[in-house]
């Protein structure tokens, strides 16, 4: 496994007044030879979204939009896309991280659509998420994407070599019809296939079985300092978990990401917190998800780093 520390000031660190934050959770898919799907987490308070390729905006999205598909692209090419929020009296905030995507290469002549995919199905993942899954597509070439639609609009991207996704952002307690489109380097887009229907669960628990299980956080004392140590169980989603992110004392400070077999059962990580006795921390724990946005948060846990006689010596 190795841990990567993204820093505590964050992406938003250098945000000044009351400009918005950075969003989180960008991600960039090719959805053909010529495009790109750019989605982030919502932002509250925000009126409108810029969305840069390199140094260049390529659009403006509406603050109640968290998705962008960049088009008119080159074959082949990789590039780097970036997202800023604006809010309401039009104080735009710090570039979002970098996130990459290629585009792969066209295909001369081709008019031929992908299969639709087959039947979707899914569940509900708390009060505003849901869990989807289809039989892939086929294609006389490769399906490059596939679309996720809620009724008629499209709301979702992900790479051709995916059959399965989280959305996120819906309404408690609500009723649902979602399709799945499939799309080549061509940009032929598929018919639909089946629709499939699912109600998110009432209240509002942001999402929660997007996010770990079971979370615990403890500590200990070795060589003179002090180390928070966490367990949890990954979330049940459909594909492997490899990336988590920590947040300690309400900032992001941490990222694990497994190079080798993730677990998939019980999960445990622990990191370095100063030397202080008797400091007290929150700490809290969520998942990357397969399709690459971020689930639920865990529940916050609180922790004291104590006074301890027996020093483990590095354990």
Known sequence: MLALCCGCAGPGGGDEGRAPGAPTGVTAEAGSATSVHVMWNALSGVSAYEVYRGTTKVGDVPGSAHMLDVTRLAPSTAYVFTVRARDDEGRLGPRSREVRATTPAAVAADRSAPTPPGRATGRAAGSRAVQLSWTAATDDRKVVSYDIFQGEVKIHSVGGGQTATVVTGLRPGTRYSFTVRARDA??????????????????????????????????????????????????????????????????????????????????????????????????????????????????????????????????
């Open 186 to 315: 061509a940009d032929n887009l598929s018919p639909a296939g089946p629709a499939v229907r699912l109600s998110t669960a009432p209240g509002d628990d942001e999402g929660r079985d997007t996010a770990p299980a079971d979370f615990r956080a403890t500590t200990h004392r070795a060589d003179g300092a002090y180390y928070i140590d966490l367990a949890w169980v990954p979330p049940r989603v459909d594909g492997v978990v490899t990336e988590y992110q920590i947040q300690l004392d309400g900032q992001a400070v941490t990222s694990l990401v497994w190079g080798g077999t993730p677990p998939r059962d019980r999960a445990t990580h622990s990191f370095y917190v100063g030397r202080e006795a008797g400091a007290g921390h929150r700490v809290r724990l969520r998942a990357r998800l397969p399709d690459g946005t971020w689930g639920a948060f865990t529940a916050e846990r609180v922790v004291t780093t104590e006074d301890d006689p027996e020093d483990t010596g590095g354990r």
